[in-house]
């Protein structure tokens, strides 16, 4: 099992940036790869991005592409999600997760490729 838990997020103005963090417990980092998710208001939960435990290869949904960059430090046992430009359309709650079978692909179908999830954490984007 892995306990996950986010911070960073917050109210920005558009065009500003943030950075998410997760912090992860109870299980070796390094052997499985993490997610970020989001739901706005009113939406599902959705796919934001992904990287391996290695971690050499990151995917990313199309609306984010150019913009946010998910990174993990394995020392540290955390992943990072830095959001630059946002949009008031990023608005939404940020959860990351665990991926404890190693799956070798993500995008938008992904949700139930990842066993464990953070509480969330609030971003706000002001226009």
């Known amino acids: 099992q892995v306990q996950l838990v986010e911070s960073g997020g917050g109210l920005v103005q558009a065009g500003g940036s943030l950075r998410l963090s997760c912090a992860a417990s109870?299980?070796?980092?390094?052997?499985?790869?993490m997610g970020w998710f989001r739901r706005a208001p009113g939406k599902e939960r959705r796919f934001v991005a992904a990287i391996s435990w290695s971690p050499d290869k990151t995917y990313y949904t199309d609306s984010v592409k150019g913009r946010f960059t998910i990174s993990r430090d394995n020392a540290k046992n955390t992943v990072y999600l830095q959001m630059n430009s946002l949009k008031p359309e990023d608005t939404a709650v940020y959860y990351c997760a665990a991926d404890l079978g190693g799956s070798d692909n993500y995008g938008p179908a992904s949700f139930d490729d990842f066993d464990s999830w953070g509480q969330g954490t609030q971003v706000t984007v002001s226009s």
């Open positions: 109870g299980r070796t980092f390094s052997s499985y790869n």
